[in-house]
C-alpha cells in the first residue's frame, strides 16, 4: 500500500519536473500555456470600448477547457458570451463585447494547455 502510495507521487513529481522543465526551454510549446499579451492591455486605460478582449498564449490551448469572460466593477458578467479560443490560432483566447460604459473591467481567464495542465488568471482594464 505504502509503496504504491510513494511510486504514485513519485510518478507525479516525475511529471510535473518533466513539465516545469520544458515550460523553460524555449521552443517547446507542450508546457503549460501563460499568457504573452492581450489586448486591451493588462492595466490599461482606454478611451473607446473594445469590440474584443484577446489574450494571446505562449502555447497552443485545449477549447474545450479554455474560457474568458468580463464583469463590470460589480461582479456583472458583460461580454457576449462567446468566449473561445479562436478557431484558426489556438494559442489566441477572445471573447466579443457590447459596448461599454466608463469603468473598471476584470477579464478572468482559465486555459488548458496540451500538456493537460491548467493556469488561470485575471487582470483589469478601465474605460474611461
Ligand atoms: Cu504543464
Same mark, same amino acid.
Request: hydrophobic letters at 25%.
Given at each position: 500500500m505504502s509503496t504504491i502510495l510513494r511510486s504514485s507521487n513519485l510518478r507525479k513529481t516525475a511529471a510535473f519536473l518533466f513539465c516545469a522543465i520544458l515550460s523553460f526551454v524555449p521552443g517547446i510549446s507542450?508546457?503549460?500555456?501563460?499568457?504573452?499579451?492581450?489586448?486591451? %492591455?493588462?492595466?490599461?486605460?482606454?478611451?473607446?470600448?473594445?469590440v474584443h478582449v484577446r489574450i494571446w498564449f505562449d502555447g497552443?490551448?485545449?477549447?474545450l477547457f479554455s474560457t474568458i469572460i468580463v464583469q463590470d466593477a460589480k461582479g456583472?458578467?458583460?461580454? %457576449?458570451?462567446?468566449?473561445?479560443?479562436?478557431?484558426?490560432?489556438?494559442?489566441l483566447l477572445d471573447?466579443?463585447?457590447?459596448?461599454?460604459?466608463?469603468?473598471t473591467y476584470r477579464v478572468i481567464w482559465s486555459v488548458v494547455a496540451r500538456d493537460g495542465h491548467k493556469t488561470a488568471g485575471d487582470y483589469t482594464f478601465t474605460i474611461r
Open positions: 507542450s508546457g503549460h500555456a501563460f499568457p504573452d499579451h492581450a489586448d486591451p %492591455k493588462v492595466g490599461s486605460t482606454i478611451s473607446v470600448s473594445p497552443n490551448l485545449e477549447p456583472r458578467k458583460v461580454d %457576449k458570451g462567446d468566449g473561445q479560443v479562436n478557431p484558426v490560432d489556438d494559442t471573447v466579443s463585447l457590447p459596448p461599454l460604459p466608463p469603468g
